[in-house]
């Protein structure tokens, strides 16, 4: 499975952007799919997941203000409103496999000033 990700940038504080993610290869055995970020010096964070079923899950930090959706087994999006300085991060998609195995795609970066 390959992951090209999308859509990062800079924006100021209170804008909005929205991250795509597209998979290639074994799609069919894609079960969740979701976002990770890592900001500067720190760990990689997870920031929404979208299972097969459409349940979703955020962390705390974004709830109300991200949010991720899918619109087949290859595509995920994650719409980011309200952004926030503490937002900045560079942004990771990934594909958890019904196997267990998970795929990584490159990240992208998104910076949002003050």
């Known amino acids: 499975v390959q992951l090209q990700a999308s859509g990062g940038g800079l924006v100021q504080a209170g804008e909005s952007l929205r991250l795509s993610c597209t998979a290639s290869?074994?799609?069919?055995?894609?079960?969740?799919m979701g976002w990770y970020r890592q900001p500067p010096g720190k760990q990689r964070d997870l920031v929404a997941v979208?299972?097969?079923?459409?349940?979703t899950r955020y962390a705390d930090s974004v709830k109300g203000r991200f949010t991720i959706s899918r619109d087949n087994a290859k595509n995920t999006y994650l719409q980011m409103n309200s952004l926030k300085p503490e937002d900045t991060a560079v942004y990771y998609c990934y594909a958890l496999l019904n196997a267990g195995m998970t795929y990584w795609g490159k990240g992208t970066q998104v910076t949002v000033s003050s």
């Open positions: 979208i299972t097969s079923g459409g349940n």
């Open positions: 290869g074994s799609i069919a055995n894609i079960n969740n």
